[in-house]
Structure formats: C-alpha cells, structure tokens
C-alpha cells in the first residue's frame, strides 16, 4: 500500500493511542502517588504492596492486556445484576491493563524518593510547627518530585510502547498498524505504526521532563509549556472522544477481524457489502484474538465476523473425536450457536480454510508423500512450524493420536513468519492455511487428511445475537454472499494481498464490483 | 517560665530520661550539659515535644504544652540543631520565613521580619535573601537556622549542640553571636551540649545530666567550686586544666 494510504490512518491511530496512553498514566499516578505516599506512612506494608506490583510488572504485557478480557467479562457479569453495563473489550481492557503496567515505576519512585528525603530535613519541618500535611506537601513531595517524575517518565515509555500491543484486545491503537501490516506483509504499515509510537514515546517523555525541570527550576516558561501542550494533548484526545460519542447516535455495525490476512479481506468485504446495501455506516475491530472476537460477538461488542466452521466446533464446542461431513458439521455448529449462544449463523460463503499439513513440493515429490500416513514414518527426522495457536489445538492432538505424528522439533510462530521459515528450509512441515496464497506462490504441496481427523473448516458469517433484532437488512445484504466465494478465489484474493500488496480494501472492492456484474 | 515536673522517656521499658525536674527562668539560658545517652537532647525534644514524654508534665508560661497540638506548639518554639536543616529547595528568604508563612502572616510582614532576623544574624539581607542554602557556609547556614527558628518571635528557644560541626573560630563567632541576640531579645534559652567550655561560656545555669538523671544544677561558679560529686568535678576539672595551661604559655610568653 502506498505511503499516503498509511498516514491517512495516522491521526486516527495516533489518537486513540495518545487517549490510551494518557488515560493509562493520568490513572496510573492518581492510584501509585497515594499508595506510595500512604505505604511511607505505613512502613510495615511497603514490602507487600512494593512485592505486588512488581508481580504485575513480571507478567508479560500481551499476556497482562489478554488477561483483562475474561477479567472484565466476569466482572461485566457480575455488575449486569446492577444494571451497570461493562464492555470486557476495547478500551477498557487496554487502560485497565496498562494502568496496571504503570503502577510499579511510579509507585516504587514515589516511596523511594519519600524515604529518600533526608532524616535532618524531617525533623526541621516538625521543628518549624508543619503538620504531617504541611511535612509532606512542602518538604516531602517537591524534594521526592525529581525522583517520582523519574519514575513517570519510565512509565510513559513503557505505556506508549505496550499501547502497541492493545490492538487484539479490541482497543484501536498505532499497533493496528504493525499487527495488521505483520500479517499482510505490509512492512511500510508496520514502520509507520512502529515510528509514530516510538515518537509519541519520546515526545511525551520529552513533556514530562520539560514540566519536571520546570518544577525543579520554578521556571513559570518551561511550566507554561509543557503544561500546556499537555493540556492541549488532553484537549485533543478528548475532544476526539466527544465527537465520536456525538456522531455515533446511530452506533455503526461494528465487524471484527482475526489476525490474518484473509480474515482482513472478508471484513472489508462485509463492511462493504454492508453499506452498499443498507447505507449504514460501519466500523472495523481488526486484529482481535481467536477467542476474544467469539465473546466479543456473544457479548454484542461487534456484530458480524466470520469464524470457520471446524474452529467452532472444536475450541468452543470442544467436541472430540472423528468430525462428520461438512454439511453435518455446519448443522451441528449452526444449532449449538443458536441454543447456546443466540448467535446467529448467517450463512457458509462457500470456502473451506482448514488447516493443512503443507511441506515443500520438492520434497513432496522426492520422498513420494501425498498424504499425512505418508509423513508419518518420516516425521521423527522433520520439524513442524505452526501459527501460535495450532499446537495447543484439538486438531492438532488429534492428529497426534489418531496418525501417531512426532516430529523432531515442533517450532509455534507468526503465521506470516510460517511460511518464510518453511520457503527457506528452516522448517519441514507447517500448519498452512488451505486458502493462503502463499501455498500456489511457494510451490507448498498440502497433505491430505486421509484419515478424517480435520473437521471441515466452513468460513462462515456469524451475526450477534442483538443484530438480527435491530437490524434484519444488515443480516440480508450478508446473506447474500453465502456461497459467494469459492476456494480459488480467497486463495486469489490472499495472494493479492500477501504477495502482490494490494490493501484488503482494494482487493474487496473488487471482488464486490465483480459479484454485481456476475 | 519553662517548667519541667517529672519528665520521663521510656523506650521499652528502657528509661532515657528518668523523672526529671527543673526549671528555666524567663530570659534564663540553661544548658543542659552531659556525655552522649544522658538524655539530654531526648530531655530537649520533649520540651516542645518533638519527642512526645512517657511521663511528666512541661509547661511553657504557665500554660501545660499538652493544650496545644505538636505543631500548634512548635511553631511558638523555636528550635535549632547540628544538622540545621534547611530546605535545599527554598531559599535563604523561605527557608526563614517559613513558620510565620505555616501562620498565615502577609507576605510583607514575612519579608520585613526576614530582613530583620538576617540583620540580626548579620547577614546581610540583599546579598543573602535569595541564595540557595547549598550556596552558604556551615557558619552562615546555622546563621540562617537561628534565624529561622526566631522567626515567628518566640518567647523560647531550643538548641541542640547547633555549634558542633563548626570549626573553632566560626564557633566562637557564633557564640558570641548567640549571647547577643538572647540579651537583646530577651530569649529564654535551652542550650544542649557536650562541650565543657561552651557550657560555661554560655549558660547562666547549667544542669548536668547523666543516665537520664540530674547529677547538678547550678551556676557556672557553683559547679566550679562546689561540685555535686566525683563525676562533677572530673567533668569541671578539663576546662581547669585547659585555662591553666594557656595561662602558663602567656606567662611564659610575657616573661
């Protein structure tokens, strides 16, 4: 995608990272300053509450920001009795994890620098008649003021760097651009995205070092400016907010997206079939985890995504053992969606993306293996790549048991990564996606499932519960692209994609163009 | 003036200051003179409770201490001690200003008592009003905390060993300084230190502690000639001792 494409995403990105990030540290010193302050005053808890937050800085932060989902969707159900609503992704989950995040540097520098205060200065201000208020605003704070800044200064840095990976929690961010950009081979998206928060880091970090000498030189200019150019950022981000809220009255359909190239172009293809046919406007979730997106839609969060039949029903469905055919599959998903979610399977668009076992045609073809029995007796001496979700996944273990499969090494990766590794021989086997592009254009050849251990893979559309109720022509214009798109299509429209860096937009619009006059 | 009926510190059990009993006349300067853990800087710091008594009774003009709050208190006490304190991140004016701002006085009425105490201090106003402590001597920076506890025009002034990190000459300039200033004042004075000689230049009285205890309370001229007991006199004995050798090296330098 050309560059003027990019950075006419950028202040849209670099908004909602500048409000994520802002929120984050604004809560981050209301919730760490008076912890830290009340931990000098209570000498015996500061190991404890020093000991928590350094826990929490251990975790890591994906894990930390993917954690707060099933976190606030408990709470979310535990406050629905109140009457209080709560969305378990987006925004919310991001600050509440980078608050956390924030805590630690400010925490342990606002109590280091109070006890750092010297002993002899403490017992003049109690000498000059200061209450322990006076003490702590007059004496404490401004001598502790450089250190606990210190410690800001590391917390703004962290947040805007980790702000980056809120994207598959739902939280729109400049990391849609590198998480986007990772999976469809689009690396100016992933420097502009990479670029842009290192520079809201440094400026930021900048600010704050601007108002923290400032303070320590009681200088009113440096103050001035960086108050209010801090002043000014808080302005924008939520000025930016009050015209969202004002100009979503009639909230947008709302389509979600996994983390993979063909999931960005059906988004675009609904979100553009969705307009077309009802004028409604529309708003991309891109970029969510696996799970995250299924109760982001079970919970009314987005509306309409497209999952796969055989992921259904083997991570929420967990069902076990041999699948049946692909219609029988369909059917069974389609009623335990309805009976046990509401959610609505609107219809199969005509493709199959399963995983498959893909190895180098080459080798393929010399070791004379077409199907996944054939790779079995050889697999000992082979390594196999998969994506990061594939080895913890029931067909994965099925596979093991059923083929008896064991490989030498088994390698989990960013998918994109995936097939570079396996094109370049540092692997043997990967868990290709049957649609992938890549498969035709690295000359991949896919195994056969001959035993049937792979459920059928179905893309299909599925509708929140809400969706239907409030917006049965949404549900219409989507109905009518079942069956619409066959194998030989998606694998095209990947490859203009991955390999021919056509944006998923493009490449939607054209499909749909060609649909119209078919 | 100051009365002190009883006092007693326990620390666990341990007694530091042990039922003590004295006196301090208006405008008096009583020293309270004694080797380090005799108590007497815990016997000072409970006077305007910066140390809060397991026992016994101060009162300051009559009035129990106990009727005000700590902070109440020390703001109509001034204090000052080795260490001085000042404010690195105040100057000279805010760092001596400081009480009278804790009770609200006008910032006019700050800035003329300042100038008036760096006067009295002899530093002069103009050139030191708006340096950083960091920028002072030891000797002007404990000018600067005797100022500073003076501020709010105490009636009584507390001073724990503030001459003891001074080299001799600056000392002695101090001494004399503080002898001034409490005559002009009228300042009612607790001096603690461990220094003989400074005890006897200084104090009207001087109350000699040990193990928490009064050991004597008595006039310089008193502790010289009539020594309570062993202890007394050995400790009267040093400064005996200094001033006749220096007189003998006059002599000899005169003959």
């Given at each position: 995608m050309p560059m003027a494409d990019e950075l006419a995403l950028l202040p849209g990105y670099a908004i909602a990272h500048l409000q994520l990030s802002l929120m984050a540290i604004g809560l981050g010193v209301a919730i760490s300053v008076p912890t830290g302050i009340w931990v000098t005053r209570n000498a015996r808890l500061e190991p404890a509450v020093l000991g928590a937050a350094s826990v929490l800085q251990t975790i890591p932060s994906l894990a930390l920001l993917a954690l707060m989902v099933p976190l606030l969707a408990g709470l979310a159900g535990l406050l629905s009795g109140l009457g209080v609503e709560l969305r378990s992704i987006g925004f919310l989950p991001a600050v509440a994890a980078l608050t956390l995040y924030s805590v630690l540097p400010i925490l342990r520098n606002t109590v280091t620098g109070i006890a750092g205060v010297d002993a002899a200065l403490i017992e003049a201000a109690r000498g000059v008649g200061m209450t322990d208020r006076q003490r702590l605003l007059r004496v404490e704070l401004p001598l502790a003021l450089p250190v606990i800044v210190a410690g800001l200064r590391t917390a703004t840095v962290w947040v805007v760097g980790t702000a980056t990976l809120a994207t598959p929690v739902g939280a729109t961010s400049l990391g849609n651009y590198i998480f986007s950009g990772l999976q469809t081979r689009n690396f100016t998206a992933v420097l502009v995205g990479s670029i842009a928060s290192a520079g809201l880091a440094i400026g930021l970090d900048a600010l704050v070092r601007t108002l923290e000498r400032g303070l320590v030189e009681r200088s009113r200019v440096r103050i001035g400016l960086a108050a209010g150019f801090l002043a000014l950022l808080c302005a924008l981000a939520l000025g930016a907010q009050l015209v969202r809220v004002a100009s979503s009255a009639q909230r947008p359909i709302a389509i979600g997206a996994k983390t993979f190239t063909e999931q960005y172009i059906l988004a675009e293809i609904l979100a553009q079939q969705v307009s077309r046919w009802t004028g409604l406007e529309t708003r991309a979730v891109q970029s969510l985890g696996s799970t995250v997106v299924f109760d982001a839609l079970r919970s009314g969060e987005i509306d309409v995504y497209v999952d796969y039949s055989g992921t259904i029903y083997a991570t929420i469905m967990k069902r076990e053992g041999l699948p049946g055919d692909r219609a029988r599959v369909l059917e069974e998903v389609r009623q335990y969606l309805a009976d046990e979610h509401g959610v609505l399977l609107v219809g199969a668009l005509g493709f199959e993306n399963t995983y498959a076992l893909a190895m180098r045609g080459r080798d393929a073809r010399e070791r004379r293996v077409g199907d996944i029995s054939g790779l079995v007796p050889l697999a000992p001496g082979l390594e196999i790549g998969g994506d990061y979700e594939f080895f913890v996944r029931a067909e994965w273990q099925a596979l093991e048991s059923v083929y008896g499969l064991r490989f030498r090494a088994q390698r989990a990766m960013d998918s994109a990564l995936m097939y570079q590794a396996i094109a370049a021989g540092e692997v043997d086997v990967i868990s290709a996606y049957s649609t992938d592009g890549r498969i035709a254009s690295l000359g991949l050849a896919l195994l056969r499932d001959d035993r049937g251990v792979v459920p059928p893979y179905d893309a299909i559309v599925l509708a929140s519960p809400g969706l239907a109720r409030r917006h049965p022509e949404v549900v219409e214009a989507l109905e009518a692209l079942a069956g619409r798109i066959d194998e030989p299509t998606m694998q095209q429209m990947n490859g203009a994609v991955d390999?021919?860096?056509?944006?998923p937009a493009e490449v939607a619009r054209r499909f749909l163009e060609g649909l119209r006059f078919r | 003036m100051i009365e002190v009926e009883g006092l007693t510190k326990r620390y666990d059990g341990r007694v530091?200051?042990?039922?003590l009993s004295f006196e301090v006349g208006a405008g008096e300067l009583l020293v309270l003179l004694g080797g380090s853990g005799c108590g007497k800087t815990t016997t000072l710091k409970m006077i305007n409770r910066l140390i809060e008594p397991s026992a016994g009774v101060v009162r300051i003009g009559g009035r129990d201490t106990r009727e005000l709050s700590g902070p109440e208190l020390r703001r109509g006490v001034g204090y000052g001690f080795q260490q001085v304190g000042l404010f690195p991140h105040m100057s000279v004016a805010e760092n001596v200003g400081v009480t009278p701002s804790l009770l609200g006085w006008s910032p006019d009425r700050i800035r003329s008592r300042v100038d008036q105490l760096l006067a009295l201090v002899q530093l002069e106003p103009a050139a030191f009003?708006?340096?950083?402590?960091?920028?002072?001597s030891g000797g002007e920076q404990q000018r600067v905390g005797i100022a500073r506890a003076l501020a709010a025009e105490p009636g009584v002034l507390l001073l724990d060993e503030p001459f003891g990190a001074l080299d001799p000459l600056t000392r002695d300039h101090l001494q004399q300084a503080l002898i001034r200033i409490r005559r002009e004042l009228s300042l009612t004075v607790v001096f603690v230190t461990h220094d003989m000689v400074e005890a006897l230049l200084l104090g009207d009285r001087i109350a000699v502690l040990r193990d928490g205890g009064l050991a004597q309370l008595g006039t310089p001229g008193e502790l010289l000639q009539s020594p309570a007991d062993e202890g007394v006199a050995e400790l009267m004995a040093t400064p005996r001792r200094h001033a006749g050798i220096v007189d003998s090296l006059l002599a000899d330098a005169d003959g």
């Amino acid at each position: 995608m050309p560059m003027a494409d990019e950075l006419a995403l950028l202040p849209g990105y670099a908004i909602a990272h500048l409000q994520l990030s802002l929120m984050a540290i604004g809560l981050g010193v209301a919730i760490s300053v008076p912890t830290g302050i009340w931990v000098t005053r209570n000498a015996r808890l500061e190991p404890a509450v020093l000991g928590a937050a350094s826990v929490l800085q251990t975790i890591p932060s994906l894990a930390l920001l993917a954690l707060m989902v099933p976190l606030l969707a408990g709470l979310a159900g535990l406050l629905s009795g109140l009457g209080v609503e709560l969305r378990s992704i987006g925004f919310l989950p991001a600050v509440a994890a980078l608050t956390l995040y924030s805590v630690l540097p400010i925490l342990r520098n606002t109590v280091t620098g109070i006890a750092g205060v010297d002993a002899a200065l403490i017992e003049a201000a109690r000498g000059v008649g200061m209450t322990d208020r006076q003490r702590l605003l007059r004496v404490e704070l401004p001598l502790a003021l450089p250190v606990i800044v210190a410690g800001l200064r590391t917390a703004t840095v962290w947040v805007v760097g980790t702000a980056t990976l809120a994207t598959p929690v739902g939280a729109t961010s400049l990391g849609n651009y590198i998480f986007s950009g990772l999976q469809t081979r689009n690396f100016t998206a992933v420097l502009v995205g990479s670029i842009a928060s290192a520079g809201l880091a440094i400026g930021l970090d900048a600010l704050v070092r601007t108002l923290e000498r400032g303070l320590v030189e009681r200088s009113r200019v440096r103050i001035g400016l960086a108050a209010g150019f801090l002043a000014l950022l808080c302005a924008l981000a939520l000025g930016a907010q009050l015209v969202r809220v004002a100009s979503s009255a009639q909230r947008p359909i709302a389509i979600g997206a996994k983390t993979f190239t063909e999931q960005y172009i059906l988004a675009e293809i609904l979100a553009q079939q969705v307009s077309r046919w009802t004028g409604l406007e529309t708003r991309a979730v891109q970029s969510l985890g696996s799970t995250v997106v299924f109760d982001a839609l079970r919970s009314g969060e987005i509306d309409v995504y497209v999952d796969y039949s055989g992921t259904i029903y083997a991570t929420i469905m967990k069902r076990e053992g041999l699948p049946g055919d692909r219609a029988r599959v369909l059917e069974e998903v389609r009623q335990y969606l309805a009976d046990e979610h509401g959610v609505l399977l609107v219809g199969a668009l005509g493709f199959e993306n399963t995983y498959a076992l893909a190895m180098r045609g080459r080798d393929a073809r010399e070791r004379r293996v077409g199907d996944i029995s054939g790779l079995v007796p050889l697999a000992p001496g082979l390594e196999i790549g998969g994506d990061y979700e594939f080895f913890v996944r029931a067909e994965w273990q099925a596979l093991e048991s059923v083929y008896g499969l064991r490989f030498r090494a088994q390698r989990a990766m960013d998918s994109a990564l995936m097939y570079q590794a396996i094109a370049a021989g540092e692997v043997d086997v990967i868990s290709a996606y049957s649609t992938d592009g890549r498969i035709a254009s690295l000359g991949l050849a896919l195994l056969r499932d001959d035993r049937g251990v792979v459920p059928p893979y179905d893309a299909i559309v599925l509708a929140s519960p809400g969706l239907a109720r409030r917006h049965p022509e949404v549900v219409e214009a989507l109905e009518a692209l079942a069956g619409r798109i066959d194998e030989p299509t998606m694998q095209q429209m990947n490859g203009a994609v991955d390999e021919h860096g056509l944006a998923p937009a493009e490449v939607a619009r054209r499909f749909l163009e060609g649909l119209r006059f078919r | 003036m100051i009365e002190v009926e009883g006092l007693t510190k326990r620390y666990d059990g341990r007694v530091v200051v042990d039922d003590l009993s004295f006196e301090v006349g208006a405008g008096e300067l009583l020293v309270l003179l004694g080797g380090s853990g005799c108590g007497k800087t815990t016997t000072l710091k409970m006077i305007n409770r910066l140390i809060e008594p397991s026992a016994g009774v101060v009162r300051i003009g009559g009035r129990d201490t106990r009727e005000l709050s700590g902070p109440e208190l020390r703001r109509g006490v001034g204090y000052g001690f080795q260490q001085v304190g000042l404010f690195p991140h105040m100057s000279v004016a805010e760092n001596v200003g400081v009480t009278p701002s804790l009770l609200g006085w006008s910032p006019d009425r700050i800035r003329s008592r300042v100038d008036q105490l760096l006067a009295l201090v002899q530093l002069e106003p103009a050139a030191f009003r708006d340096r950083a402590p960091s920028a002072l001597s030891g000797g002007e920076q404990q000018r600067v905390g005797i100022a500073r506890a003076l501020a709010a025009e105490p009636g009584v002034l507390l001073l724990d060993e503030p001459f003891g990190a001074l080299d001799p000459l600056t000392r002695d300039h101090l001494q004399q300084a503080l002898i001034r200033i409490r005559r002009e004042l009228s300042l009612t004075v607790v001096f603690v230190t461990h220094d003989m000689v400074e005890a006897l230049l200084l104090g009207d009285r001087i109350a000699v502690l040990r193990d928490g205890g009064l050991a004597q309370l008595g006039t310089p001229g008193e502790l010289l000639q009539s020594p309570a007991d062993e202890g007394v006199a050995e400790l009267m004995a040093t400064p005996r001792r200094h001033a006749g050798i220096v007189d003998s090296l006059l002599a000899d330098a005169d003959g």
